[in-house]
């Protein structure tokens, strides 16, 4: 069993960059796929927007691909979520999903989540 924590959250203006982390205990990453997905305020959770295999291969959603970039340290068994050009409309709560057969963009197939982390994107 894999237990996920993230970090990297705070709050940055518009423009900005932050690096969310997903560090794993308990198991390393090697063996799943980790997904990222958010909650903004007020709304539902939206599906996973950037996945890191594990098999190797990196995806990202349209919407926000050329701005946000996945990446995992295998000896950190942490998964990256480097988030540059901020918009007010990416402020949510940021979760990081594991599971070691799925790598899709339901987050509900994930065995695995993190509590999330918090993004404020303000002037």
């Known amino acids: 069993q894999v237990q996920l924590v993230e970090s990297g959250g705070g709050l940055v203006q518009p423009g900005g960059s932050l690096r969310l982390s997903c560090a794993a205990s308990g198991s390393t990453l090697e063996s799943y796929s980790v997904g990222w997905f958010r909650q903004a305020p007020g709304k539902e959770r939206e599906e996973v927007f950037c996945i890191s295999t594990n098999i190797g291969s990196t995806w990202c959603a349209d919407s926000v691909k050329g701005r946000f970039t996945i990446s995992r340290d295998k000896a950190k068994s942490t998964v990256y979520l480097q988030m540059n050009s901020l918009k007010p409309e990416d402020t949510a709560i940021y979760y990081c999903?594991?599971?070691?057969?799925?790598?899709?963009?339901?987050?509900?197939?994930?065995?695995?989540w993190g509590q999330g982390t918090q993004v404020t994107v303000s002037s």
């Open positions: 999903a594991a599971d070691r057969y799925y790598s899709g963009i339901y987050y509900k197939e994930y065995d695995y």
